[in-house]
């Protein structure tokens, strides 16, 4: 009885929240295409094992938001947007979690093989230092996630871990787009960026990141705790 009044208080919420994914989707699919736009067309093209180094360094900005923020921000509201048992959605969300922490680590290969090609100096930038951050603590979310919600444990103590886990998600999710946003804005002052078409890419490239990590903490927000 108290679980059924439960369920009707927090259903729309939930529904908004489902709505709210449709948002979500929308910023981030358009921050992917303005971010192959501007690699593709400005920034002469993404290409690991290349000899220039500008084509090197395209690989992270590109795995960091459409492997890494983007999969992430999907994991997170895969128990809005996939229609299946819930134990099928947790499959579902730590597997595009996993995928998400393969290409960031491809990502951060890439600018480490662009430092050493260019000779500058690795991690010495507020941007590195939040990046860094992020990916390391991601793991560390990742592997308490998958013993406490994926193995047997106590329902007591899954329950009490829970509002934890879902909080260092969503102050990750943020980490993740600051690192971006700061990624955005050392790269647009390094190449000497000003008002132009490239610059406004550039700028519309960050809002639609933010906005789509906006709205994903937003479903997760009234889902969960409205």
């Given amino acids: 009885m108290h679980s059924t009044h439960h369920h009707v208080a927090v259903s729309p919420y939930k529904s908004s929240a489902s709505r709210l994914t449709i948002f979500a989707h929308v910023f981030g699919i358009l921050a992917f295409a303005l971010m192959l736009v501007w690699l593709l067309h400005y920034r002469g093209g993404i290409e690991y094992d290349s000899y220039n180094a500008v084509r090197v360094f395209n690989v992270h900005p590109f795995l960091m938001f459409c492997g890494f923020i983007f999969l992430s921000g999907e994991a997170m509201m895969v ?9 099928v959605q947790k499959v579902v969300h730590m597997i595009l979690q996993l995928l998400a922490f393969v290409l ?15 000779n500058i100096e690795d991690v010495y930038s507020l ?15 990742w592997l308490a996630g998958l013993i406490t919600f994926m193995f047997r444990q106590p329902e007591l103590t899954r329950q009490s871990l829970l509002p934890w886990h879902i909080c260092g998600g969503r102050t990750l999710l943020y980490m993740s787009v600051v690192a971006a946003l700061t990624g955005l804005l050392e790269k647009a002052t390094f190449i000497g ?12 490239l960050g809002l639609s990141i933010l906005l789509f990590g906006i709205f994903v903490d937003l479903s997760v927000a009234l889902a969960r705790y409205v």
């Fill in 127 to 141: 941007h590195s230092w939040i990046g860094i951050a992020a990916v390391s603590l991601f793991v560390l979310q």
């Fill in 104 to 118: 960031a680590v491809v990502g951060l290969c890439a600018v480490f093989k662009y430092h050493d090609m260019t």
């Fill in 193 to 204: 960026l000003r008002s132009n078409r490239e610059a406004r890419l550039v700028n519309f």
């Fill in 79 to 87: 128990y809005k947007t996939v229609q299946a048992t819930h134990m």
